[in-house]
């Protein structure tokens, strides 16, 4: 039935897997009536769906509709709930005519709980408490009316009924804050009880704090050393627990006299104590973590003999630590090459990350940084990931106008020039790109207009693309590819730092790249003022902190990122432009480590894959 209190026409739409999206909800819905606008509720962090949705319609009677003849229909095998969006939160929170309901058969969900209470009245929302683990119903659930009307009326003809072979209990819900039991308690809990006490014995030690209704130590063939005892008022109690707690007695167990302290506390369901448990160690947790909030280093790319000493040795100028720790294999014994550091004050920690970050211990450069949990460094990355995707261009239809479009062709974007095409298949020993014109013997430059990205309008020499390259030795026209005696282009800075645009080395014949005069097209001298870049090392040369050293940012990156892409595609060739791209945005420092050390590179790609 239509609600006078929503006619918003906006539904809410549970109980969704994870893979159920807008366009699937659209098919379903749009069937009622038009849909106005559909809304998949996502997290922030990872986009992935949070299990309900909300339908927006244009029409009242169309969501009225829809919600009179698709709640609990299965989308994608799982039935969904539907009910009005409520938007002002006070009147969900509110609680009226909202009722509880226990002692529910475990075979009863959430339709044959609507069909049952919906006799009473105009129902808003309807749910079976359900384990998150198993799926299979705790036995209670909540419904909620529209007015208290209803909701009394169903609580005076529906608790104590049969429903399925089990009398359900139906009462008005109440908050767990509100709930008696907390503050007018009156059974309390007795622990490491003297074995040889009996029921009588229990009774008389705690009848001096007012009348005991019953006292039963818990037995089986003989005292567990526990029980319970039931005051007739909550005063009585309370005073039981505060002067009986922590109590001596001398006792005589096997022919010797111990010394037993009794805990006597408030008596609590299992539930309510794992509740109390969750929350005081989740309290712990946060303290702990605002604890070592921006004074805890973690410190990577360890030699193996680093110890806990060299490590505190090594930080002890920043300034006063408090501990300093080298993880090692639980079974071995051996360093894990990393380790943390942390520091009495955030200022000692920060100037340690600032001075010690790339400094060489043993031969080795250290990675310096604030320690970080798993979950939330793992979801810094999946931003980074989400966002430079949504930064990604479109598919274009050809690199000129009246050209045939050309699969792994995009439309370019700011600072492109236009129809760069994005390599998808090796070609000869290394290349990436198009198809190898016939005739040639493995030299090919680039397609003419395929130009790489460029910084501005125009051609511009060295790093920033080279525009059309002559064809090498024996080669018929200029296309991408490797042959022998090539050598790669370095890395586009825009490209190597962007997880968005993840392009693979082009290479250029040496015959070209060493021909007298200019290629067609580009200038043989750099613009004035632009600054001199170092030669860079050989692809096959050892890169060494002192290479890097010498030149510039960009040309790190490229240096770095041409030594990287050839190790990551030998194990992951579809994905090695994406994942290099991922890693350049790493410290160098750690990038060099990951060139040496071919375990944490393959640590570092099973990340990335996580991502992708």
């Not at 005076?156 to 908050?175: A, S, T």
């Not at 020993?429 to 013997?441: I, K, N, S």
Request: with cysteine; glycine share 12%.
């Amino acid at each position: 039935q239509q609600s006078a209190n929503f006619s918003s026409a906006s539904l809410y739409i549970g109980d969704l897997l994870p893979e159920v999206n807008e366009g699937f909800l659209f098919e379903i819905f749009n069937a009622v009536g038009p849909v106005a606008s559909i809304r998949v509720c996502r997290d922030a962090v990872t986009r992935r769906s949070l299990g309900y949705a909300y339908v927006n319609y244009h029409q009242v009677a169309d969501a009225e509709r829809a919600l009179d003849s698709m709640n609990f229909t299965e989308i994608k095998g799982k039935p969904c709930r539907i009910m009005w969006s409520q938007r002002d939160p006070s009147m969900r929170r509110s609680g009226v005519g909202n009722i509880f309901v226990k002692n529910l058969h475990e075979g009863i969900d959430n339709k044959q709980l609507y069909d049952t209470f919906s006799l009473f009245g105009n129902i808003l929302s309807c749910k079976v408490v359900t384990d998150k683990a198993t799926g299979l119903s705790k036995g209670y659930g909540y419904v909620h009316y529209e007015t208290n009307e209803a909701a009394a009326s169903a609580i005076e003809k529906l608790d104590g009924m049969l429903i399925d072979g089990k009398e359900v209990q139906v009462g008005v819900f109440m908050r767990r804050d509100n709930r008696p039991g907390q503050a007018d308690w009156t059974n309390v809990f007795i622990k490491n009880i003297p074995f040889e006490w009996t029921e009588d014995k229990l009774r008389e030690e705690f009848e001096g704090f007012g009348e005991v209704v019953s006292a039963k130590p818990k037995e089986v063939q003989g005292s567990l050393g526990f029980g319970f005892v039931n005051f007739a008022t909550h005063e009585a109690a309370a005073a039981a627990v505060k002067e009986m707690n922590d109590k001596e007695f001398t006792v005589t167990e096997d022919g010797e006299e111990v010394t037993k302290v009794l805990f006597v506390g408030r008596a609590q369901k299992k539930a309510e104590r794992e509740r109390e448990l969750r929350a005081k160690y989740e309290a712990e947790k946060i303290d702990r973590i605002a604890k070592f909030q921006g004074v805890n280093l973690y410190v990577k790319n360890l030699d193996d003999t680093v110890t806990d000493d060299v490590l505190r040795d090594e930080f002890s100028a920043m300034g006063t630590i408090t501990s300093a720790r080298v993880m090692k294999d639980l079974k071995t014994g051996i360093s894990r090459g990393f380790g943390f550091v942390c520091y009495s004050t955030p200022e000692d920690a920060t100037r340690a990350v600032n001075e010690m970050n790339g400094k060489i211990i043993l031969g080795k450069p250290i990675f310096v940084a604030l320690a970080q949990r798993r979950d939330v460094r793992r979801a810094q990355l999946e931003a980074q990931h989400n966002q430079g995707r949504g930064n990604l261009p479109g598919p274009m239809g050809g690199a000129y106008p009246g050209a045939v479009p050309m699969p792994g062709m995009y439309r370019p974007g700011p600072g492109m020039q236009p129809a760069y095409p994005v390599p998808q298949m090796m070609q000869g020993r290394g290349g990436y790109g198009m198809q190898a014109q016939p005739g040639g013997r493995g030299g090919y430059g680039m397609m003419p207009g395929y130009g790489m990205m460029q910084p501005g309008r125009g051609a511009v020499p060295g790093r920033g693309g080279r525009g059309p390259v002559p064809p090498g030795r024996g080669g018929r026209g200029p296309m991408p590819g490797r042959g022998p005696g090539q050598q790669p282009i370095k890395f586009n800075q825009q490209l190597a730092s962007s997880s968005s645009h993840f392009l693979l080395p082009l290479y250029v014949s040496s015959q070209a790249r060493n021909a007298g005069g200019p290629p067609q097209g580009m200038p043989q001298q750099p613009p004035a003022g632009a600054p001199q870049q170092p030669p860079a090392p050989a692809a096959n040369e050892q890169l060494t902190p002192a290479a890097l050293a010498s030149a510039s940012p960009e040309v790190q990156k490229n240096m770095i990122g041409e030594r990287l892409y050839p190790l990551i595609h030998q194990t992951q060739p579809e994905l090695a432009g994406k994942i290099t791209g991922m890693l350049l945005e790493m410290d160098n420092s750690e990038l060099l480590h990951l060139l040496e050390s071919p375990e944490a590179l393959n640590a570092k790609i099973q990340e990335a894959l996580q991502v992708l």
